[in-house]
Protein backbone atom coordinates (compact mmCIF):
# COMPACT_ATOMS: atom_id res chain seq x y z
CA UNK A 1 0.00 0.00 0.00
CA UNK A 2 1.16 3.46 -0.07
CA UNK A 3 2.30 6.18 1.90
CA UNK A 4 -0.74 8.76 1.50
CA UNK A 5 0.82 11.33 3.36
CA UNK A 6 2.74 11.34 0.04
CA UNK A 7 -0.57 12.79 -1.61
CA UNK A 8 -1.51 16.40 -0.90
CA UNK A 9 -5.04 17.62 0.35
CA UNK A 10 -5.93 19.38 -3.33
CA UNK A 11 -4.70 15.71 -4.39
CA UNK A 12 -7.24 13.91 -2.26
CA UNK A 13 -9.94 16.37 -2.74
CA UNK A 14 -9.32 15.76 -6.60
CA UNK A 15 -9.75 11.89 -5.77
CA UNK A 16 -13.12 12.84 -3.31
CA UNK A 17 -14.55 14.09 -6.69
CA UNK A 18 -13.71 11.78 -8.98
CA UNK A 19 -15.46 8.85 -6.75
CA UNK A 20 -18.33 10.96 -6.51
CA UNK A 21 -18.62 11.25 -10.12
CA UNK A 22 -18.39 7.66 -10.25
CA UNK A 23 -20.98 6.81 -7.59
CA UNK A 24 -18.35 4.02 -5.92
CA UNK A 25 -19.75 3.93 -2.92
CA UNK A 26 -23.55 3.39 -4.03
CA UNK A 27 -22.25 -0.19 -5.87
CA UNK A 28 -19.30 -1.16 -3.20
CA UNK A 29 -21.98 -0.55 0.09
CA UNK A 30 -23.96 -2.84 1.27
CA UNK A 31 -27.54 -2.51 2.32
CA UNK A 32 -26.89 -1.41 6.13
CA UNK A 33 -23.13 -1.74 5.03
CA UNK A 34 -20.16 0.20 6.30
CA UNK A 35 -19.27 2.79 3.15
CA UNK A 36 -17.18 0.75 0.26
CA UNK A 37 -16.73 -2.48 2.18
CA UNK A 38 -18.56 -4.00 -0.56
CA UNK A 39 -21.45 -7.19 -0.37
CA UNK A 40 -23.97 -5.06 -2.51
CA UNK A 41 -25.76 -7.77 -5.20
CA UNK A 42 -25.94 -6.48 -8.22
CA UNK A 43 -28.53 -8.48 -10.43
CA UNK A 44 -27.75 -9.26 -13.97
CA UNK A 45 -28.74 -11.64 -16.61
CA UNK A 46 -25.99 -14.16 -15.20
CA UNK A 47 -26.61 -13.79 -11.78
CA UNK A 48 -25.92 -11.93 -8.71
CA UNK A 49 -22.25 -10.60 -8.62
CA UNK A 50 -20.88 -8.64 -5.44
CA UNK A 51 -18.97 -5.93 -5.05
CA UNK A 52 -15.45 -6.25 -3.47
CA UNK A 53 -14.31 -4.11 -0.35
CA UNK A 54 -12.60 -0.92 -1.84
CA UNK A 55 -11.59 0.41 1.94
CA UNK A 56 -7.93 0.07 2.94
CA UNK A 57 -7.78 -2.32 4.63
CA UNK A 58 -5.04 -5.26 4.43
CA UNK A 59 -7.10 -8.55 4.41
CA UNK A 60 -10.64 -8.13 3.06
CA UNK A 61 -10.10 -4.71 0.95
CA UNK A 62 -7.38 -2.99 -0.87
CA UNK A 63 -4.71 -1.73 1.35
CA UNK A 64 -2.43 -3.82 0.27
CA UNK A 65 -2.67 -2.71 -3.52
CA UNK A 66 -0.06 -1.04 -5.03
CA UNK A 67 -1.02 2.07 -7.49
CA UNK A 68 -0.19 -0.44 -10.61
CA UNK A 69 -2.57 -2.97 -9.07
CA UNK A 70 -5.32 -0.92 -8.80
CA UNK A 71 -4.73 1.28 -12.30
CA UNK A 72 -4.92 -2.35 -14.25
CA UNK A 73 -8.30 -3.02 -12.39
CA UNK A 74 -9.63 0.27 -13.38
CA UNK A 75 -7.96 0.25 -17.14
CA UNK A 76 -8.03 -3.80 -17.48
CA UNK A 77 -10.26 -5.43 -15.55
CA UNK A 78 -7.67 -7.61 -13.66
CA UNK A 79 -7.59 -8.16 -9.93
CA UNK A 80 -4.67 -7.74 -8.14
CA UNK A 81 -3.76 -11.83 -7.56
CA UNK A 82 -4.91 -12.07 -11.91
CA UNK A 83 -8.43 -13.02 -12.01
CA UNK A 84 -10.41 -11.05 -14.68
CA UNK A 85 -13.17 -8.93 -13.03
CA UNK A 86 -16.53 -9.10 -14.26
CA UNK A 87 -17.70 -5.76 -16.06
CA UNK A 88 -20.33 -5.34 -13.58
CA UNK A 89 -17.23 -3.57 -12.64
CA UNK A 90 -17.01 -0.88 -15.15
CA UNK A 91 -13.56 -0.67 -15.55
CA UNK A 92 -14.89 -0.60 -19.41
CA UNK A 93 -15.89 3.30 -19.11
CA UNK A 94 -13.19 3.97 -16.22
CA UNK A 95 -10.39 3.00 -18.56
CA UNK A 96 -10.88 6.35 -20.14
CA UNK A 97 -9.80 8.26 -16.65
CA UNK A 98 -6.63 10.47 -16.89
CA UNK A 99 -3.49 8.97 -14.85
CA UNK A 100 -3.86 11.87 -12.51
CA UNK A 101 -7.10 11.20 -11.87
CA UNK A 102 -6.53 7.56 -10.84
CA UNK A 103 -4.03 8.44 -9.20
CA UNK A 104 -5.85 10.75 -6.91
CA UNK A 105 -8.53 7.97 -6.85
CA UNK A 106 -5.97 5.85 -5.62
CA UNK A 107 -4.70 8.06 -2.80
CA UNK A 108 -8.59 9.00 -2.07
CA UNK A 109 -9.60 5.74 -1.39
CA UNK A 110 -6.75 4.80 0.58
CA UNK A 111 -6.82 7.58 2.97
CA UNK A 112 -10.40 6.40 3.86
CA UNK A 113 -11.11 4.57 7.21
CA UNK A 114 -10.29 0.63 6.89
CA UNK A 115 -13.02 -1.70 7.13
CA UNK A 116 -12.11 -5.33 7.68
CA UNK A 117 -15.56 -7.10 5.96
CA UNK A 118 -15.53 -9.67 3.60
CA UNK A 119 -18.10 -9.58 0.50
CA UNK A 120 -19.79 -12.72 -0.26
CA UNK A 121 -18.23 -14.55 -3.19
CA UNK A 122 -19.89 -14.34 -6.43
CA UNK A 123 -20.59 -18.01 -7.77
CA UNK A 124 -22.26 -17.63 -11.52
CA UNK A 125 -23.84 -20.49 -13.30
CA UNK A 126 -21.37 -22.65 -15.95
CA UNK A 127 -20.20 -20.97 -18.46
CA UNK A 128 -20.00 -17.90 -16.43
CA UNK A 129 -18.03 -18.51 -13.72
CA UNK A 130 -15.17 -19.38 -15.88
CA UNK A 131 -13.02 -15.75 -14.97
CA UNK A 132 -10.46 -16.03 -18.16
CA UNK A 133 -12.95 -16.40 -20.49
CA UNK A 134 -13.41 -12.49 -19.62
CA UNK A 135 -9.95 -11.94 -21.25
CA UNK A 136 -11.43 -13.30 -24.84
CA UNK A 137 -14.47 -10.40 -23.84
CA UNK A 138 -12.53 -7.86 -23.07
CA UNK A 139 -10.48 -8.90 -26.18
CA UNK A 140 -14.17 -8.86 -28.44
CA UNK A 141 -15.42 -5.57 -26.49
CA UNK A 142 -13.36 -3.29 -24.57
CA UNK A 143 -10.44 -0.70 -25.24
CA UNK A 144 -8.42 0.64 -22.50
CA UNK A 145 -7.51 3.39 -24.32
CA UNK A 146 -8.00 6.51 -22.30
CA UNK A 147 -10.08 9.37 -23.18
CA UNK A 148 -8.50 11.56 -26.03
CA UNK A 149 -10.56 15.31 -26.20
CA UNK A 150 -11.79 15.81 -29.85
CA UNK A 151 -10.11 19.03 -31.26
CA UNK A 152 -13.50 20.05 -32.91
CA UNK A 153 -15.46 20.45 -30.15
CA UNK A 154 -15.35 23.21 -27.06
CA UNK A 155 -13.37 22.38 -23.65
CA UNK A 156 -16.96 22.08 -22.21
CA UNK A 157 -18.19 19.64 -24.36
CA UNK A 158 -14.70 17.43 -23.75
CA UNK A 159 -15.15 17.70 -20.60
CA UNK A 160 -18.59 16.82 -20.11
CA UNK A 161 -17.82 13.95 -22.58
CA UNK A 162 -14.83 12.93 -20.64
CA UNK A 163 -17.06 12.90 -17.61
CA UNK A 164 -20.40 11.40 -19.35
CA UNK A 165 -17.75 8.48 -20.87
CA UNK A 166 -15.19 7.63 -18.01
CA UNK A 167 -16.06 8.37 -14.47
CA UNK A 168 -19.60 8.91 -14.52
CA UNK A 169 -19.80 5.31 -16.78
CA UNK A 170 -23.68 6.63 -17.83
CA UNK A 171 -23.53 4.39 -20.86
CA UNK A 172 -23.58 1.02 -17.89
CA UNK A 173 -27.42 1.63 -17.20
CA UNK A 174 -28.25 4.14 -20.12
CA UNK A 175 -27.26 1.69 -23.31
CA UNK A 176 -28.66 -1.32 -24.01
CA UNK A 177 -26.41 -4.91 -24.15
CA UNK A 178 -25.65 -7.23 -26.21
CA UNK A 179 -26.14 -11.29 -25.63
CA UNK A 180 -22.66 -11.24 -23.95
CA UNK A 181 -23.70 -8.42 -21.54
CA UNK A 182 -21.27 -5.78 -23.34
CA UNK A 183 -22.67 -2.01 -24.33
CA UNK A 184 -23.76 -1.50 -27.22
CA UNK A 185 -22.10 1.36 -29.26
CA UNK A 186 -22.56 3.11 -32.18
CA UNK A 187 -25.86 4.16 -33.12
CA UNK A 188 -27.48 2.36 -29.55
CA UNK A 189 -24.76 4.29 -27.38
CA UNK A 190 -26.49 5.65 -25.24
CA UNK A 191 -30.04 4.51 -26.38
CA UNK A 192 -31.48 3.20 -23.40
CA UNK A 193 -31.52 0.30 -21.15
CA UNK A 194 -32.03 -1.24 -18.00
CA UNK A 195 -30.44 -0.80 -14.09
CA UNK A 196 -31.82 -3.05 -11.24
CA UNK A 197 -35.28 -3.42 -12.61
CA UNK A 198 -35.97 0.24 -13.90
CA UNK A 199 -35.69 1.45 -17.02
CA UNK A 200 -32.89 3.70 -17.93
CA UNK A 201 -34.25 6.04 -20.61
CA UNK A 202 -32.33 6.83 -23.73
CA UNK A 203 -29.78 9.98 -23.73
CA UNK A 204 -29.37 10.07 -27.19
CA UNK A 205 -32.31 11.93 -28.30
CA UNK A 206 -32.98 14.57 -25.68
CA UNK A 207 -33.38 17.43 -27.63
CA UNK A 208 -36.00 15.61 -29.80
CA UNK A 209 -39.08 13.73 -28.96
CA UNK A 210 -42.57 14.38 -27.38
CA UNK A 211 -40.77 16.31 -24.49
CA UNK A 212 -37.63 17.66 -25.71
CA UNK A 213 -35.07 18.99 -23.08
CA UNK A 214 -33.30 21.95 -22.77
CA UNK A 215 -29.66 22.31 -21.96
CA UNK A 216 -30.35 24.23 -18.67
CA UNK A 217 -33.67 21.56 -17.66
CA UNK A 218 -31.27 18.75 -18.13
CA UNK A 219 -28.27 20.91 -16.14
CA UNK A 220 -30.88 21.87 -13.24
CA UNK A 221 -32.22 18.00 -13.38
CA UNK A 222 -28.52 16.28 -12.84
CA UNK A 223 -27.94 19.38 -10.07
CA UNK A 224 -31.09 19.17 -8.43
CA UNK A 225 -32.81 15.62 -9.40
CA UNK A 226 -36.05 17.75 -10.42
CA UNK A 227 -37.63 18.82 -13.19
CA UNK A 228 -40.65 20.16 -13.66
CA UNK A 229 -41.60 19.10 -17.21
CA UNK A 230 -39.83 15.58 -16.66
CA UNK A 231 -40.25 14.83 -13.03
CA UNK A 232 -38.11 13.45 -9.85
CA UNK A 233 -34.93 11.08 -10.13
CA UNK A 234 -36.46 7.73 -8.54
CA UNK A 235 -34.78 4.48 -8.24
CA UNK A 236 -30.74 3.88 -9.11
CA UNK A 237 -31.03 7.96 -10.59
CA UNK A 238 -31.45 8.70 -7.03
CA UNK A 239 -28.01 8.15 -5.74
CA UNK A 240 -26.44 9.74 -9.00
CA UNK A 241 -27.95 12.80 -8.55
CA UNK A 242 -26.55 13.08 -4.59
CA UNK A 243 -22.56 12.44 -6.32
CA UNK A 244 -23.02 15.07 -8.94
CA UNK A 245 -24.51 17.59 -6.58
CA UNK A 246 -20.74 16.92 -5.09
CA UNK A 247 -19.31 18.35 -8.57
CA UNK A 248 -18.83 21.84 -9.51
CA UNK A 249 -20.88 23.82 -11.44
CA UNK A 250 -18.87 23.80 -14.18
CA UNK A 251 -18.60 20.03 -14.29
CA UNK A 252 -22.61 19.31 -14.15
CA UNK A 253 -22.87 21.67 -17.09
CA UNK A 254 -20.44 20.65 -19.06
CA UNK A 255 -22.13 17.09 -18.91
CA UNK A 256 -25.46 18.58 -19.91
CA UNK A 257 -23.48 20.85 -23.16
CA UNK A 258 -22.32 17.13 -23.85
CA UNK A 259 -25.57 15.37 -23.68
CA UNK A 260 -27.71 18.00 -25.44
CA UNK A 261 -24.93 18.57 -28.22
CA UNK A 262 -24.56 14.53 -29.25
CA UNK A 263 -27.44 13.30 -29.55
Known amino acids: GPDVSLYSPQALERGRLVAAAGDCVVCHTAPGGAANAGGF ?9 YSTNITPDNETGIGRWSYAAFERAMRHGIHQDGRQLYPAFPYTAFAKLSDGDLQALYGYLMSQPAVKAKAPETQLAFPYNLRPAMAGWNLLFHDATPFKADPARSAEWNRGAYLVEGAGHCAACHSPRNALGAEKTGIHYLGGGEAEGWTAPALNQLAGGKLPWSREE ?37 MATYLMERG
Open 218 to 254: LYQYLRTGFSARHGVAAGPMAPVIHGLAQLPEADVRA
Open 41 to 49: GLETPFGTI
